[in-house]
């Protein structure tokens, strides 16, 4: 079994900053891909910033210059560094690992999301 737990989210005003966090448990040998997506209310879930294991991050294009995602692969954790947030940037964000399980086999995993909100 494995776990996602995601944490950072609240309420901001716009040009703010938060943090998202990230933690896998459970049986893990090796994660590859790790991500965050969002979805705004009565929007499509969409890509953010994923960021392969040993390669370079990739952003959405409108979050390019303001959000930075890092690993810490020793912690089994993914963070999303948010700076100056604006009101179209609220959301409930998801946190997505692509876990390799000792047996090797390997899939997509999610957490419950963690809503965060940007007031103008």
């Known amino acids: 079994q494995v776990k996602l737990v995601e944490s950072g989210g609240g309420l901001v005003q716009a040009g703010g900053s938060l943090r998202l966090s990230c933690v896998a448990s459970?049986?893990?040998?090796?994660?590859?891909?790790m991500g965050w997506y969002r979805q705004a209310p009565g929007k499509q879930r969409e890509l953010v910033a994923v960021v392969p294991r040993g390669g370079s991050a990739n952003y959405a294009d409108s979050v390019k210059g303001r959000f930075t995602i890092s690993r810490d692969n020793a912690k089994n954790t993914v963070y999303l560094q948010m700076n100056s947030l604006k009101p179209e940037d609220t959301a409930v964000y998801y946190c997505?690992?692509?876990?390799?399980?000792?047996?090797?086999?390997?899939?997509?995993?999610w957490g419950l999301g963690t809503l965060v909100t940007v007031s103008s």
């Open positions: 997505n690992q692509q876990i390799v399980g000792p047996s090797g086999y390997g899939m997509d995993y």
């Open positions: 459970g049986s893990i040998f090796i994660i590859n891909g």
